[in-house]
């Protein structure tokens, strides 16, 4: 067991405390802890500017946030989404009383592969909810080009995706909606928080009141809304957060290239491409460990914990394996050989902007120590 601190797969960054001070004294002046305070609404105009938006609606978290773009496009019946996601994407369609059908991914970005999709569209499918896997886009012309023969609808699960753009500019622009997660573990966070991305002003003023109880004015309630709204200690510190950003992202990207450099040569282990994008976020780092390397991935995992290296089986197991799914007919491994594949064989190594080279020699030693 080594001696040495250990290191986790990922670490949030915080910026130099003394920064967060004002806005937290500001707050403190003014009294206003919620409901689009200054801080909400100035959050909300300079992510549109950072990300290359036109409207965007601030929540909580990016679970009530899926939820909510569901109910905002009055989805029903059938929803064909990915099984290798993070159980949020599937459980949003659940707590909207909607039936997820599961489709196979494509091997090599791992997303939702669209030679697939049609075969599972129903009389009941009414949208498409695809994830940006590990913030590498979807094939989203594909995508659209379903739903448009078929009047589907479809929202991204762009939880990873933050900054992410292909040749024409934000990833979030496609779709009718594009959902963010915050999470203190993603690339840009709030503590907990995340964002529905919006194509129109009256599609934002309808996810706005249902985040707000359905509440139009003092006097008025439209619609069964939800307590969705972000708070002002998050916004501003997603304010605070905006300025660091770029530096983070150009660590990130160091880190990448140094574990793609390092790694390459390694029988067995497979650093996952990107598919197509123009601008990166470098939020996670998996790859696929094959039969060519001398230990499984699950013993590659124990002997990465034993040594202090806390990495992660990201995504494993598959949404389809747990119980409220399992029993769905498009639940089955048969149906879903790529994705049961990739969850058997993804690690997701150690990638954040504090992790330092020698950490990273520490992750990679590790690996060629067979």
């Known amino acids: 067991m080594s001696t040495n601190p250990n290191i986790y797969v990922t670490q949030p960054l915080l910026p130099p405390l003394n920064e967060f001070i004002p806005y937290l004294e500001k707050i403190w002046t003014n009294k206003i802890l919620t409901n689009g305070g200054p ?48 159980v949020a994407t599937a459980h949003s369609l659940l ?18 592969d669209p030679a697939k999709i049609e075969a599972a569209i129903t009389p009941q499918t009414t949208a498409i909810m695809p994830v940006h896997c590990y913030g590498h886009p979807c094939d989203v012309k594909a995508i659209q080009k379903i739903a448009d023969t078929y009047n589907l609808k479809v929202i991204y699960d762009a939880a990873h995706a933050f900054g992410v753009k292909d040749e024409n ?72 957060q905006l300025k660091h950003l770029d530096q983070s992202l150009v660590r990130r990207k160091e880190i990448d290239t140094i574990y793609r450099e ?15 994008e123009v601008v990166a976020n470098y939020s996670y780092f998996p790859v696929l460990v094959s039969h060519s390397y001398p230990l499984s ?16 089986r990201y ?32 690690l997701c190594l150690p990638i954040y902007p ?11 030693e590790v690996i060629l120590a067979i």
């Open 39 to 86: 801080f909400h609404q100035q959050l909300e105009k300079e992510l549109c500017e950072h990300l290359g938006v036109e409207y965007i609606s601030l929540f909580t978290n990016g679970t009530i946030a899926l939820v909510t773009a569901l109910q905002s496009l009055r989805i029903t019946g059938e929803v064909i989404t990915t099984p290798y996601s993070f």
């Open 95 to 112: 707590w909207n009383g909607i039936k997820p059908v599961f489709v196979d991914v494509d091997p090599e970005t791992l997303n939702l």
């Open 169 to 240: 500019g934000s990833i979030l622009r496609h779709g009718d909606l594009a959902v963010l997660s915050f999470h203190a573990t993603k690339v840009f966070n709030t503590f907990e928080g995340g964002a529905i991305v919006c194509p129109d002003l009256k599609t934002k003023q309808r996810i706005d009141q249902l985040k707000n109880f359905g509440i139009v004015d003092e006097v008025t309630v439209v619609a069964p809304g939800i307590n969705g709204k972000m708070s002002e200690i998050n916004a501003a510190f997603g304010l605070l």
């Open 262 to 276: 390092r790694l390459a040569a390694v029988s067995g282990i497979q650093c996952l491409s990107d598919s197509g």
């Open 297 to 312: 991935r699950d013993a590659l995992f124990q002997k990465m914990k034993d040594h202090g290296i806390f990495t992660r």
């Open 315 to 346: 995504f494993y197991p598959l949404i389809t394996d747990f119980p409220m799914y399992r029993s769905l007919p498009s639940a089955q491994h048969s149906n879903l050989p790529n994705a049961s594949d990739a969850a058997s064989r993804v």
């Open 354 to 364: 504090a992790l330092t080279n020698e950490e990273i020699n520490r992750v990679i």
